[in-house]
């Protein structure tokens, strides 16, 4: 790196767990920085929620502001340097703030949701990128990072990170006093310019020697923002880097570390909340075997989906371009449109699944409702003939002794009545009766039958 002095400011984001709540206090809602230039007399402008979305687009605002039930956002300023020993002229990084988001959606869908720390952090002075390398890359393979510790520090000893953090992100800003970009100690063959050699090395923090890009890839310089002659910014995957093209004294540049600071650290915040919600969601659905039978995943999973359809999805999230095309530069680096396509045809196939499969259940449910009242028709039917025959039967028996004027008389001795010529005569005339009800109601049977 240049042995020029140089300046840096901006924002890392980390997902993190924690074990217990800071004891520093956190203040409700996004770090209220000072904007604009504030004459004497001027009441200050804060970089608070209702500031911001004069910027941000108010259907974006609720889910990075912590005003809806998904989302909570606080803040709290505090100051700490990365060593006390003399540096020798070179930069310092140190952390000036933090913020706390929460987004209620995690990977089981759980309360405990996503969890991202943003450090606002500066350095200045000599090698000042490798200040601040040196602090958010992990010191070594399985480490943590240096600048999660000095967090930690600065929230008190309650507070620890537990857990495998993960850095989503940064956004830095690097001037210079002259406006000429500090570049990395480069290859041989490197024709990038040295706009372009600072701006990879800033928005990658990667040092250069040990992480060289190949500058023959025409595509690793595609996402770079022109926001004016003043700065330019390249996105890439691991963050955002800010060159300033002027001299640092330029009286924008306070602004312009405002805007990093706040509204396009928003934008990144909103892009990898999208990502990382949508990594959920993939491995939510990845986990689940025999699809067919779970239907109450299927229902936690399409309200998460849809939740990050209504509060996150979204690539325009202010009338003002380059805020726009950070975002959009962000989603693309990350992938994300390709795997929110991805999970919502796999979301798709899951509906189809469990809908097809509830479907041949009501199918089943259905063939035995309908044999069951087959049964009962049959039970009711045999019945009913039943009580015919048997009906037919008496009937005809009545019939008979009353067609005939039988007199009991004759069927009688000096004993009395002759019962078994009684009984047997009813019993042969209620058998012709039970024989033509029969044939009767068989021929009802057959012609119902009958297709």
């Known amino acids: 790196m240049s042995e020029r002095e140089g300046r840096i400011v901006g924002t890392v984001l980390f997902r993190v767990r924690t074990n217990c709540a800071p004891s520093l206090e956190f203040v409700e809602g996004p770090l ?27 259907h974006a605002g609720p889910s990075l502001y912590g005003a809806n039930e998904e989302s909570d956002r606080s803040h709290a300023f505090v100051p700490i ?20 988001h929460t987004w209620a959606t995690g990977a089981d869908g759980s309360e405990d949701g996503i969890h991202v720390l943003v450090i606002h952090l500066q350095a200045e002075g000599l090698k000042v990128l490798d200040a601040v390398i040196e602090i958010c890359r992990p010191s070594a393979p399985g480490k943590s990072w240096p600048v999660l510790g000095m967090a930690e520090e600065a929230t008190g000893a ?27 100690a480069t290859r041989p063959g490197n024709d990038w310019t040295e706009l372009e050699q600072a701006m990879w090395s800033v928005a990658s923090l990667a040092p250069y020697d040990r992480y060289p890009p190949d500058h023959t890839d025409p595509d690793l310089l595609q996402s770079t923002i022109h926001l004016s002659a003043t700065w330019r910014a390249l996105v890439l995957r691991d963050g955002v880097g800010f060159i300033g093209c002027s001299p640092s004294s330029d009286p924008f540049f ?3 570390e405002a805007l990093v600071r706040t509204v396009y650290t928003d934008v990144l915040l909103l892009a990898k909340l999208q990502r990382e919600t949508l990594a959920d969601l993939a491995a939510s659905l990845a986990s689940i075997d025999h699809r067919e039978t779970r239907s109450d995943d299927l229902t936690s999973i399409v309200d998460r989906a849809t939740m990050l359809r209504n509060r996150l999805w979204w690539d325009d999230v202010t009338s003002h371009g380059h805020g726009n095309a950070l975002l959009r530069a962000a989603q693309s680096e990350l992938a994300s449109p390709q795997l929110f396509k991805r999970v919502n045809e796999d979301l798709a196939t899951f509906r189809a699944e469990v809908g097809a499969h509830e479907l041949s259940l ?14 009962l028709e049959r039970r009711q039917n045999d019945f009913e003939s039943l ?65």
Not at 158 to 184: A, E, H, K, Y
């Open 32 to 58: 209220p920085l000072p904007w604009g230039l504030q004459g004497e007399g001027t009441p200050s402008l804060r970089t608070d929620a209702d500031l911001r979305q004069t910027y941000i687009a108010l």
């Open 158 to 184: 309650s507070w620890t990170i537990v857990g495998n953090p993960t850095r989503l992100g940064s956004l830095l800003l690097m001037t210079t006093p002259d406006g000429v970009p500090l570049t990395p």
């Open 81 to 100: 340097s990365a060593t006390d020993s003399d540096s020798g002229g070179d930069a310092i990084a140190e952390i000036t703030a933090l913020e706390l």
């Open 254 to 256: 306070p602004s312009a």
């Open 387 to 451: 009580l015919k025959r048997s009906g037919a039967a008496l009937a005809t028996a009545t019939l008979t002794i009353a067609f005939f004027g039988v007199n009991l008389t004759h069927l009688t001795d000096g004993d009395g009545v002759s019962w078994p010529y009684v009984v047997g005569g009813t019993f042969i005339a209620g058998m012709l009766g039970w024989a033509v009800a029969s044939i009767a109601v068989r021929a009802r049977v057959d012609e119902e039958d009958v297709p």
């Open 362 to 375: 009501l199918r089943e449910s259905q063939d035995r409702e309908r044999d069951a009242q087959l049964r």
